[in-house]
């Protein structure tokens, strides 16, 4: 089942998460796609150091995991890095 969360960041987190993304570099996609996806990949993807990962990550779950709904619809045990 797919649940959709309305207002998981706040204005804050989102001004900090952004911040810290303009501090990485984005690139094609492509870069790393197979030879069968290479031509149709179109995505950007963020690269930075491993500090400024885990800050947008730690921003990111902290974020998830204190909304009302998230914890009524899941029983994660572990939550995948972002």
């Known amino acids: 089942m797919i649940t959709i969360l309305d207002n998981v960041l706040d204005?804050?987190?989102?001004?900090?998460?952004?911040?810290?993304?303009?501090?990485?570099e984005f690139y094609a996609?492509?870069?790393?796609?197979?030879w069968a996806a290479k031509s149709v990949k179109t995505n950007q993807q963020w690269q930075a150091t491993p500090e400024l990962e885990s800050e947008v990550t730690n921003a990111l779950t902290s974020q998830l995991v204190t909304h009302p709904e998230f914890s009524t619809s899941t029983y994660a045990k572990k939550i995948a890095p972002f």
């Not at 204005?11 to 990485?24: D, P, S, W």
């Open 29 to 34: 996609g492509s870069e790393t796609a197979g």
């Open 11 to 24: 204005k804050e987190a989102l001004v900090n998460i952004h911040n810290t993304l303009t501090l990485g």
